[in-house]
């Protein structure tokens, strides 16, 4: 174990190889509902009329990992040649399992990689229908700058007036206690296929976390021990900086609530100079 902290958690191939396989064994069934609920509630908010094979809706999966969400997206929507997802991720590691993910299915086309942090990605300004970042992919943002800069970005890339979608780490991880007390061991998975132990440790700044996952499959043939920096992001703050960004918050998405996230539904104003 070193006291360097890795910008780029998942840019590891031992993590990213796992990744799939420790969060749908260890999360069950609340991880297939997250992701039933949340492509449900993505497509709910895109207009498919306007989508043609000629001018297909261009959508941005931010912080898009192994792929889960959009796979699941363009499985779920039978007009799936009329959309475009451009998939951006800072880790190519997680890039190179949805790459080969994508190999098996029939999305190939609907699919673009950006292999950069949201806040620098090389990507069309004011073409995108829909943009979302979940599964608290903004908490692994420590500094408010970087955030501004990140959510200034999302805002360029998109059409006016429309969607951004977002999760921030909420109860589960950061409840009043785990901010005043010292540890907190959040998660436990203990079967005889895959171990895994999740841990959340106070730092001098109360609003910064060490976040400590251990795993190990022997079955699957891995072990590993990471840990990251996450931020806890208030909500008010977050909502402050959103706006200050030139988004309006539209609505919280309840239905969510059980994953311990706290997911919001942004709109883009289009009249508002950033
Ligand atoms: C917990 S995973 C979520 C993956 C995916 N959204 C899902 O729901 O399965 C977080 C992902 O966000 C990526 N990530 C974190 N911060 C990022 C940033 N600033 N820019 C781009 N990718 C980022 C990580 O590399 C990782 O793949």
């Not at 990992?65 to 997802?85: M, N």
């Not at 998109?158 to 005043?180: C, Q, Y």
Request: aromatic share 14%; charged share 25%; proline share 2%.
């Amino acid at each position: 174990m070193t006291d360097e902290f890795s910008l780029h958690p998942h840019d590891a191939t031992y993590l990213a190889d796992a990744y799939d396989y420790i969060n749908e064994n260890s999360f069950g069934e609340t991880y297939v509902r997250q992701g039933n609920i949340l492509v449900e509630e993505l497509i709910s908010r895109i207009n498919l009329q306007n989508a043609s094979t000629v001018e297909p809706l261009k959508l941005l999966d931010l912080g898009c990992g192994t792929g889960r969400i959009s796979l699941q997206f363009l499985s779920s929507v039978p007009e799936y040649k009329a959309i475009e997802i451009t998939c951006v991720d800072q880790a190519i590691a997680m890039q190179n399992v949805f790459r080969r993910k994508l190999e098996q299915t029939e999305f190939e086309k609907q699919i673009q990689f950006v292999t950069s942090p949201i806040a620098d990605m090389n990507v069309d300004a004011g073409k995108f229908d829909m943009a979302w970042a979940v599964f608290t992919v903004l908490n692994y943002i420590t500094d408010r700058d970087t955030l501004k800069r990140t959510i200034s970005k999302v805002y360029e890339a998109l059409k006016p007036n429309s969607n951004f979608i977002v999760d921030i780490a909420g109860f589960a991880f950061f409840d009043e206690k785990m901010r005043t007390e010292k540890t907190n061991r959040i998660f436990e998975f203990n079967e005889s296929f895959l171990k895994r132990i999740v841990m959340i440790h106070n730092t001098e700044d109360p609003s910064i976390f060490t976040y400590e996952e251990y795993a190990q499959s022997g079955k699957m043939r891995f072990k590993y021990f990471h840990y990251i920096k996450l931020k806890y992001w208030s909500i008010d703050e977050f909502k402050q900086i959103m706006e200050e960004c030139g988004f309006s918050f539209k609505c919280d998405l309840n239905r969510l609530n059980f994953t311990g996230s706290h997911f919001m539904v942004f709109e883009k104003i289009s009249t508002q100079s950033v």
